[in-house]
């Protein structure tokens, strides 16, 4: 059993493949496009994946490679704190350079701003770490502090406290996590070519009771189209095979791309899914 996830160590994605998986031979991937394409290849048995932060909202290049496969997809997940802090390989560097994933920068960024140098964007945050040059700063979890040869120069260089990353697990097995409510992520292709299309495809969703939590567009590849990612909550598994009916009924298109457990224990305070991202917007 080998479980994929974008490296290398000290990621926040390896954090979360070890809480998901333990136990079980972890694989460094150098993105998740990749890690996502080895499942639906049959190269690697699973790969976690980040698909949603409190301050970046969905993570467009994990559902994008989703929506390229056919057999993968989202079984389980977690939530997973996320803070930073910021490394050099000496600790009186005038910094030239600022490095980290993208993600990272966007959720630093006055930190960044405040160094008033360029950035080089790396494929992880642990990335940058492991390619730390001098004159650079890198940002990067706590645990890198221990893995790398690196200096801390400064700690929880986030701009807003208590922001969370969730991470899925993705394979080719359709298990469903153990738990009686969830979210379902369907990608829906709607008839477009109508006034009112996307209306007619979304309102028997609330007649159904299920609550429309978010919706992404996405553009189809080598289309003019776009796909629509409809994350539906609180589902229980009547409502959802109503849900997936109602939807098939009115699009050109239809699939699921996981589900993700709407109550699971993790953050600091042990608060849970959706009541965190809510409370952590409202305060
Ligand atoms: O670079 C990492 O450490 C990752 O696991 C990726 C990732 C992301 O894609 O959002 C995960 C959590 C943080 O929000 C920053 C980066």
Same mark, same amino acid.
């Given at each position: 059993?080998?479980?994929?996830?974008?490296?290398?160590?000290?990621?926040?994605?390896?954090?979360?493949?070890?809480?998901?998986?333990?136990?079980?031979?972890?694989?460094?991937?150098?993105? @998740?496009?990749?890690?996502?394409?080895?499942?639906?290849?049959?190269?690697?048995?699973?790969?976690?994946?980040?698909?949603?932060?409190?301050?970046?909202?969905?993570?467009?290049?994990?559902?994008? *490679?989703?929506?390229?496969?056919?057999?993968?997809?989202?079984? &389980?997940?977690?939530?997973?704190?996320?803070?930073?802090?910021?490394?050099?390989?000496?600790?009186?560097?005038?910094?030239?350079?600022?490095?980290?994933?993208?993600?990272?920068?966007? @959720?630093?960024?006055?930190?960044?701003? *405040?160094?008033?140098?360029?950035?080089?964007?790396?494929?992880?945050?642990?990335?940058?770490?492991?390619?730390?040059?001098?004159?650079?700063? $890198?940002? $990067?979890?706590?645990?890198?502090?221990?893995?790398?040869?690196?200096?801390?120069?400064?700690?929880?260089?986030?701009?807003?406290?208590?922001?969370?990353? @969730?991470?899925?697990?993705?394979?080719?097995?359709?298990?469903?996590?153990?738990?009686?409510?969830?979210?379902?992520?369907?990608?829906?292709?709607?008839?477009?070519?109508?006034?009112?299309?996307?209306?007619?495809?979304?309102?028997?969703?609330?007649?159904?009771?299920?609550?429309?939590?978010?919706?992404?567009?996405?553009?189809?590849?080598?289309?003019?189209?776009?796909?629509?990612?409809?994350?539906?909550?609180?589902?229980? &598994?009547?409502?959802?095979?109503?849900?997936?009916?109602?939807?098939?009924?009115?699009?050109?298109?239809?699939?699921?791309?996981?589900?993700?457990?709407?109550?699971?224990? *993790?953050?600091?305070?042990?608060? *849970?899914?959706?009541?965190?991202?809510?409370?952590?917007?409202?305060?």
């Amino acid at each position: 059993m080998a479980i994929g996830y974008l490296g290398p160590e000290g990621t926040f994605t390896h954090a979360a493949a070890r809480e998901l998986c333990p136990g079980t031979e972890l694989v460094a991937l150098a993105t @998740q496009a990749q890690a996502i394409a080895q499942v639906e290849d049959g190269t690697i048995d699973g790969a976690v994946v980040p698909v949603d932060n409190t301050v970046n909202g969905v993570v467009l290049p994990t559902w994008d *490679s989703l929506l390229l496969t056919t057999e993968s997809r989202i079984v &389980a997940d977690v939530l997973v704190p996320v803070t930073f802090n910021a490394y050099a390989l000496d600790a009186d560097v005038a910094p030239e350079v600022v490095a980290s994933h993208p993600h990272a920068l966007a @959720q630093c960024a006055r930190y960044v701003g *405040s160094l008033g140098v360029p950035s080089r964007v790396t494929s992880s945050t642990a990335e940058a770490c492991a390619s730390l040059a001098p004159g650079e700063v $890198a940002i $990067a979890a706590p645990v890198c502090a221990e893995l790398y040869p690196v200096a801390t120069i400064a700690t929880e260089v986030e701009d807003g406290a208590g922001a969370i990353t @969730q991470f899925g697990l993705v394979t080719r097995d359709d298990v469903r996590p153990t738990t009686e409510r969830w979210t379902t992520v369907f990608a829906a292709l709607p008839e477009r070519n109508a006034p009112g299309s996307l209306a007619a495809l979304l309102g028997p969703l609330s007649a159904l009771g299920c609550n429309l939590e978010n919706i992404v567009a996405r553009p189809v590849r080598d289309s003019v189209d776009y796909v629509f990612l409809l994350f539906v909550a609180d589902l229980d &598994a009547d409502r959802e095979a109503a849900a997936l009916e109602s939807l098939g009924a009115r699009c050109s298109g239809l699939s699921v791309l996981g589900r993700l457990a709407a109550t699971k224990p *993790s953050g600091p305070d042990g608060a *849970s899914g959706v009541p965190v991202r809510l409370a952590s917007v409202g305060s």
